[in-house]
């Protein structure tokens, strides 16, 4: 038991620290992986040596992993590709031949067998049996693998860690696996979506709830909700949109893509090249042309200008970045991602990287200025901002609390003054009745509310929904000032 810590110097170009290794065979060897390299001490932290020889500088280190069979040989997941070391570090060489997905954010090796590896991507699990020479892909490409252990029992039996489908397990080796979700999940609502032409309707998505994930409906303001017939195409909904109003085409985005379904029809539709598309995180219809429609996730960009019947890659050397985000504001469309904010003037065919203090940040919502055509709000998982993205002029707006991760942003449709914002990380929910100025908390400190999504209700003034983690659709009547 740690009672008290000492802080360990570290040069001023070591930021983001990712990951932390303590070398087998000597406790004074540290390795830590950051933003950008990978770096070294032996001496507990009073020099550190860069080590990067054979390494792409654009390589975020989320893990080391010493092998069991020689304590001087290492392997580093990185967001470009695996690395593999025998000399402590010294040199690397990457390996790739088989993984489909550059972003590996976890590894591990069979204490047993060290020649096979694990290694869990943003696109699906990998095995190989060669110290990393090859891969091959063990699940399914939508799934994002954030941890992975060996059973200290048995040998064969491997537990997965994914970001929003639960555990899954293998009993041969890695070669397959399976959920075991059972009696484990809460409620995660990632969206809510009200019906604009019809007062107290809306849909939600739910994810990580097994057979009772998915899309739900509600008819009486969210008192009672009632599971949309998806026949196992699905089971979580991330992104809902409506075409048209009223509308007459639902869409949803999937951990399997884009489905959708026309107002009344008891069947959903799908395409083959939507299955490219990967897990859907956002959705966007064009305000100017309802057949057109872009699509955000794990596997990039994707367009479709009819109706969603097919879809084609845009963006296509993004290969490292996950979007989070789409609007539509003033002509251009804005795509937020992990890695900053882009702005597209024709539809989705072209697209220009915004300059801007966030340019390395997770975009996480994009809300367009009621009250300025020319202005946007951008929340990130640093913090939230507004500004010109044509002029590229931004002011971040210091809530005064230091709060991370702004989930959702949302404008009060009966007073365009009235922001309402969302923190996931630790959560929290926000008013602000000038504009982003002053912001005071609504929900409790004692019991925060970690919100997903935010809507207000079109019909009732006053009143907001929250998607939210373990809680379920939550709702609050009174978040005005008095």
């Known amino acids: ?96 031949e088989g993984l489909t997905d550059r972003r590996v954010q976890s590894l591990a090796i069979n204490p047993i067998d060290p020649k096979i590896l694990i290694a869990g991507t943003c696109g699906g699990a990998f095995k190989s049996n060669n110290n990393g020479t090859n891969w091959k892909c063990v699940t399914s490409k939508n799934l994002i693998v954030k941890c992975i252990t060996f059973s200290s029992m048995s040998e064969s039996t491997i537990f997965l860690g994914s970001e929003d489908q639960g555990i899954f397990k293998s009993t041969d080796m890695g070669d397959s696996f399976r959920e075991i979700n059972r009696g484990f999940f809460h409620h995660h609502i990632p969206c809510v979506v009200p019906v604009p032409s019809e007062n107290g309707m809306f849909f939600t998505g739910i994810i990580n709830a097994g057979n009772k994930g998915g899309l739900y409906a509600s008819i009486d303001g969210g008192k009672t909700w009632e599971q949309v017939p998806c026949k196992s195409l699905f089971k979580n909904v991330y992104a809902i949109q409506l075409q048209n109003n009223p509308f007459t085409r639902l869409y949803v985005g999937t951990e399997n893509g884009v489905f959708w379904k026309d107002r009344g029809a008891m069947t959903w539709n799908f395409t083959k090249s939507s299955r490219d598309t990967g897990r859907i995180q956002t959705l966007l219809i064009s305000a100017d042309n309802p057949n057109i429609i872009i699509t955000g996730g794990n596997n990039g960009l994707f367009l479709s200008k009819d109706s969603g019947s097919n879809f084609t890659k845009i963006l296509p050397e993004l290969t490292s970045e996950t979007f989070f985000t789409l609007s539509e504001s003033n002509g251009n469309v804005y795509a937020g991602s992990n890695l900053g904010l882009y702005r597209s003037p024709d539809s989705g065919q072209t697209w220009i990287k915004i300059n801007s203090p966030f340019s390395n940040e997770r975009i996480q919502c994009i ?116």
């Open 1 to 96: 038991m740690c009672n008290s810590w000492e802080e360990i110097p570290v040069p001023n170009d070591i930021q983001d620290i990712y990951s932390l290794a303590v070398s087998p065979e000597s406790p004074d060897t540290i390795y830590l992986g950051t933003y950008r390299l990978s770096y070294r001490t032996s001496d507990s932290g009073q020099t550190w040596q860069k080590i990067d020889t054979g390494m792409k500088e654009d390589s975020h280190i989320f893990k080391f992993v010493f092998s069991p069979a020689n304590p001087l040989t290492l392997f580093s997941a990185t967001c470009g590709w695996v690395y593999k070391s025998t000399n402590s570090g010294d040199s690397w060489k990457r390996f790739r």
């Open 367 to 482: 809300l367009q200025d009621p009250l300025s055509e020319s202005h946007l709000y951008v929340g990130t998982f640093k913090g939230l901002y507004h500004g010109n993205p044509i002029a590229e002029k931004w002011n971040n707006l210091d809530f005064g609390y230091g709060i991370p991760d702004i989930s959702d942003i949302k404008a009060d449709p009966f007073d365009p003054n009235t922001l309402i914002v969302s923190s996931y990380l630790i959560g929290g929910v926000y008013v602000s009745n000038d504009r982003g100025l002053k912001w005071d908390r609504i929900d409790s400190y004692y019991d925060p509310v970690r919100a997903f999504s935010l809507v207000f209700d079109p019909f009732l003034q006053g009143r907001i929904y929250l998607g939210t983690y373990g809680h379920s659709i939550a709702c609050n009547n009174a978040y005005r000032k008095k």
